[in-house]
């Protein structure tokens, strides 16, 4: 019997993910606030049985800058923009910064141990895949110390999200040659094309497709292509907590979008960073349990299943669902 799907992947990043974008020094609370929210999520996940996706930035598996340094790969992708390079900024900063902004290998180890979580690749140096400098032997190198670095922990990687959503499709072929059996990419809207060059038309329109919108996130399982690494699209940014109205605009969003994959055996895949939750921790981690609250209703109602990354890559290699 056909069911529907949800499947929930997270991009965990700590300072990796932004690195270029943010100060850093006023940002250690916020990152201290994200360490302590994720084995919440993971109580969250089991209480409700949820099978998750997290996307590890494979630096985050080091124990301290003189691992860190151990590990660097021989071939760095060579950004035009210098500032992009999380090698650079590592090795500028490494005095000044705290280990727990950059490493979290006792939290990898948590996630790991727990029931139905799958650890997964955000690459190894949180890579950009479609920006200018960086080819495809750099790309190679680094998700090979990003799998090499996992492995030393007993974990295989199957899964890889890219980062900031710079999904490339002549990578593919790295992916598979490497172990990869999925990815995720980008929503199948024209404002979610070509990230790393966003316009602000893009922008509004995906600020605004949060709220308001068609009802056109969820995907058949038979509409993907069973060729290696299997693309999975994602379906919905969760938002950080914001206004009440917004709030309640997006969590209504997300309920009849689930709903809706729920009625028609679909696909729905929901992705968040765990660092969104790290601004308002309790409210966050509230708006998700109405969101699993509404994953057990569709479950009870219409069969809903949750699915990690590489379950769906599974099914969909195998034919069955």
Same mark, same amino acid.
């Given at each position: 019997?056909?069911?529907?799907?949800?499947?929930?992947?997270?991009?965990?990043?700590?300072? %990796?993910?932004?690195?270029?974008?943010?100060?850093?020094?006023?940002?250690?609370?916020?990152?201290? *606030?994200?360490?302590? #929210?994720?084995?919440?999520?993971?109580? @969250?996940? !089991?209480?409700?049985?949820?099978? +998750?996706? %997290? +996307?590890? #930035?494979?630096?985050?598996?080091?124990?301290?800058?003189?691992? %860190?340094? !151990?590990?660097?790969?021989?071939?760095?992708?060579?950004?035009? $923009?210098?500032?992009?390079?999380?090698?650079?900024?590592? @090795?500028? *900063? =490494?005095?000044?910064?705290? *280990?727990?902004?950059?490493? /979290?290998?006792?939290?990898?180890?948590?996630?790991?141990? &727990?029931?139905?979580?799958?650890? /997964?690749?955000?690459?190894?140096?949180?890579?950009?895949?479609?920006?200018?400098?960086?080819?495809?032997?750099?790309?190679? &190198?680094?998700? =090979?110390?990003?799998?090499?670095?996992?492995?030393?922990?007993?974990?295989?990687?199957?899964?890889?999200?890219?980062?900031?959503?710079?999904?490339?499709?002549?990578?593919? !072929?790295?992916?598979?040659?490497?172990?990869?059996?999925? #990815?995720?990419?980008?929503?199948?809207? %024209?404002?979610?094309?070509?990230?790393?060059?966003?316009?602000?038309?893009?922008?509004?329109?995906?600020?605004?497709?949060?709220?308001?919108?068609?009802?056109?996130?969820?995907?058949?399982?038979?509409?993907?292509?069973?060729?290696?690494?299997?693309?999975?699209?994602?379906?919905?940014?969760?938002?950080?907590? !914001?206004?009440?109205? =917004?709030?309640?605009?997006?969590?209504?969003?997300?309920?009849?979008?689930?709903?809706? +994959?729920?009625?028609?055996?679909?696909?729905?895949?929901?992705?968040?960073?765990?660092?969104?939750?790290?601004?308002?921790?309790?409210?966050?981690? *509230?708006? @998700?349990?109405?969101?699993?609250?509404?994953?057990?209703?569709?479950?009870?109602?219409?069969? @809903? #299943?949750?699915? $990690?990354?590489?379950?769906?890559?599974?099914?969909?290699?195998?034919? $069955?669902?």
């Amino acid at each position: 019997m056909k069911h529907g799907r949800l499947v929930i992947s997270l991009d965990f990043e700590l300072l %990796w993910g932004v690195f270029d974008k943010i100060d850093y020094n006023k940002k250690v609370d916020y990152f201290e *606030n994200t360490r302590r #929210v994720v084995p919440k999520l993971i109580k @969250l996940f !089991e209480d409700y049985d949820i099978h +998750a996706t %997290w +996307a590890t #930035v494979g630096m985050l598996f080091n124990e301290n800058w003189e691992q %860190w340094i !151990e590990n660097i790969p021989r071939e760095l992708p060579a950004y035009n $923009s210098s500032k992009l390079s999380a090698y650079q900024f590592g @090795l500028n *900063n =490494k005095d000044l910064i705290k *280990n727990e902004l950059c490493f /979290a290998h006792d939290i990898i180890d948590i996630i790991h141990k &727990s029931k139905g979580q799958e650890m /997964a690749t955000h690459t190894y140096s949180h890579y950009y895949c479609l920006e200018d400098g960086q080819t495809v032997h750099s790309f190679h &190198s680094d998700l =090979k110390k990003a799998i090499q670095i996992a492995e030393n922990k007993g974990i295989q990687l199957k899964s890889l999200v890219f980062p900031r959503n710079q999904f490339n499709p002549e990578y593919l !072929e790295i992916c598979k040659e490497l172990g990869i059996t999925g #990815v995720r990419i980008n929503p199948d809207n %024209w404002y979610w094309n070509n990230t790393q060059k966003d316009t602000l038309l893009q922008k509004i329109f995906r600020t605004g497709d949060a709220y308001l919108g068609l009802m056109d996130k969820a995907y058949d399982i038979s509409t993907m292509n069973r060729d290696l690494p299997v693309q999975q699209r994602a379906s919905r940014l969760l938002r950080p907590k !914001e206004s009440e109205f =917004k709030n309640d605009l997006k969590l209504k969003r997300i309920f009849d979008e689930m709903q809706f +994959a729920a009625k028609n055996k679909n696909i729905y895949h929901l992705w968040w960073h765990p660092h969104n939750f790290g601004n308002d921790p309790e409210g966050n981690l *509230n708006d @998700l349990k109405l969101i699993l609250e509404c994953y057990k209703k569709c479950q009870k109602n219409y069969g @809903l #299943v949750s699915n $990690s990354m590489s379950e769906i890559s599974h099914m969909v290699i195998s034919g $069955s669902n």
